[in-house]
């Protein structure tokens, strides 16, 4: 998995599909080669919403097809850049640059890596379990969080997770494709999902390996700050090293603007101001939370 800067293009992406979901998500599919041939897990692409607005929205990198040069992006409508997005058809163009950013690491040892997912934070951790299973060596494990309809058709897993709670039963289909246990959390009661926050159920199923399998554990999430927090406090707890990947908003995404920093901390102090667009998006949590 690289982990090192990328080279950043700015391509002309063309609309291969267009897919609309429940709650006013949707799947973009751009054929986009040189963005594709070198984006990884944790990148995000800084893409045109319509010709005639100026103004690019940053949209994380759910999964890439680099041999069809085609990248992935799931999104939601929250404002007029995004609900013109929605209206863009098959064949369609939009000018876009990327992969912009730094993208997760994972320590030699870490044979569990545990991916967290919130709501609109999904992507990056799709993309990072896709990459994952290239290694057959590491057994991750994935809880997805959302309050709205997951962007995927829920069902029942095929793979045992003895360390979860019995009841907990719905997956991702695409990972249980992959092999990848995956489990689903909300508190609206949808069928087979843990009835609470993804960092409840990640606790739960930590506390419930033993010692040895608990130094094997490195944590990956992505989501709302008040999630990341909650997650970031969980590791803290319990000594784990933890990488989370943020979603802010942002003008430029290169660097010049400075509107997307952040508070950088080291020894409980704030030391800098970091950008997240160059240099994160993906921080180690301690320096951030």
Known sequence: ???????????CASVVRHDALPAQQFVLRLHAPE???????GNFLHLQCDPQRAMRRPFSIMRCDPAAGDIEILYKIVGLGSAE???RKPGDTLQCLGPIGNAFSLHENATRPLLLGGGVGIPPIIFLAEKLRENSGLHPIVILGSEIPFPFPAKPSKILAPDMPKDVIAAMPLLDDWG??????SLQGYPGCF??????????WFLNL???ARQDVQVFACGPNRMLEAVSGFCREHALPCQVCLEEFMACA?????????????NNRTVAMKRVCVDGPVFDAANIF
């Open 1 to 11: 998995m690289k982990t090192g800067p990328n080279p950043v293009f700015e391509e």
């Open 35 to 41: 963005c594709a041939r070198h984006a990884t897990a």
């Open 85 to 87: 997005l929605a209206t």
């Open 180 to 185: 990848i246990v995956s489990r689903l959390t």
């Open 195 to 204: 009835q609470g926050y993804v960092h409840q159920l990640a606790e739960h």
């Open 210 to 212: 033993d010692q040895a």
């Open 254 to 266: 290169v660097g010049g603007c400075a509107g997307c920093v952040v508070p950088y901390r080291e």
